[in-house]
Each structure stands twice: as C-alpha cells, then as structure tokens.
C-alpha cells in the first residue's frame, strides 16, 4: 500500500496516465521538507494526487485544454487514477531553457508556463523527472482534509486513503519509456 503522493496539476496527472506525457518538472514548493523551493525525491513510488489549485489550463497546449477541470480549488473529493515512479537516474538538472525546448512535444505545457518554472527562484536549479505512470484498476476516491491542502510536492495520505499499489497497468510499453528516457538523457546532457 502506498502512503505517500506526489501532488501536480489534475491535467498533468491525467496525461501521465493516459501515456502522453512522461516529464514532470520541479524546483518545489513553499512548504518542502528540506525548506521552500527544494524539491526532493522523497520515494521512487507514489501516487498521483491530482491538485487544482495553481493550474491554469490557458498554460496548457490547446489540444489539450479540454482535459482541464477548472475549480477554484481543491474539490472536497477526487479519485486518484494511478501511480508514478521514478529512478534516481530518471531526474536531470535542466541545464537551460533551450535544453528542455528541445523536448517540446513530450509535454502539455505553454511557453508561460515553461517561463514560470524557469523564473521561479531562478538561484535554485530546475529538476526534469523523467515518470513511469501507471493506472490503477479502479480509481480510488479521497475526500481532501486539512493536511492535503497547500503548496507542496508531498503528501502524507491518511490510513483509509492508503493507494494499492498491485495489478498496475503501464500507461506507456517499456520500449517507448526507454526512447523517451535516451531523447532526454541527450537533451538534458549534451
């Protein structure tokens, strides 16, 4: 059973899923663990907490857009549809703006979107992970409370709202993963 989620954007959980996207980008959020904007690994396997609150679906491709469920905040429950994982050695350093544009059709999001990550405290570095999603059998339904609320990547899910994480189905064949994984090695290296 998994007791720990990674929240992102409800758009983006949903690509991750359907096997559209693979890249995740992070420098953190105000209430991290190691301090505001220093983003961490916390476990290779979590679960995908779909958040509403900062996501912005005019910053989402317009093929896209309508996959944006638009709420002023958090509903009071939602399902979480799946899994993620992520390898120490799936998570670069993004050496620059024009190293991840080269990877623009392997992502959802729109140049403010993009800019926004880059400016956000740009003395701290911007992390690409690089996730293995999949989908669970059945959603599982959580009801938000007090401590799923806020900026941060990590959330701690209450006993009830554990995810199993057994009979997972991959959003994305193994070959096509490692292609992705070679084009953002070479991106996110050279």
Request: aromatic share 12%; with cysteine.
């Amino acid at each position: 059973m998994l007791d720990l989620a990674l929240k992102e954007w409800a758009v983006i959980t949903d690509l991750l899923l359907s096997g559209d996207q693979v890249i995740l980008l992070r420098k953190g959020g105000i209430h991290e663990y190691e301090g505001p904007g220093r983003f961490r690994l916390e476990n290779e396997r979590f679960a995908l907490f779909p958040a509403w609150e900062h996501q912005h679906p005019e910053w989402i491709k317009p093929e896209f857009q309508h996959l944006a469920n638009e709420f002023e905040s958090e509903p009071k429950s939602f399902p979480i549809k799946g899994i993620g994982t992520v390898t120490p050695g799936h998570i670069w350093t993004v050496p620059s703006r024009e190293a991840f544009d080269s990877l623009d059709d392997l992502h959802a999001w729109l140049p403010p979107q993009i800019d926004m990550r880059f400016n956000y405290k740009p003395d701290r570095p911007l992390y690409l992970m690089a996730v293995r999603a999949y989908k669970l059998p059945e959603p599982k339904i959580i009801t938000m409370n007090d401590h799923y609320w806020g900026c941060k990547s990590w959330v701690d899910l209450d006993a009830d709202h554990q995810i199993d994480d057994t009979s997972l189905i991959p959003s994305i064949e193994d070959g096509k993963f490692s292609q992705i994984v070679e084009r953002i090695n070479a991106a996110m290296t050279s």
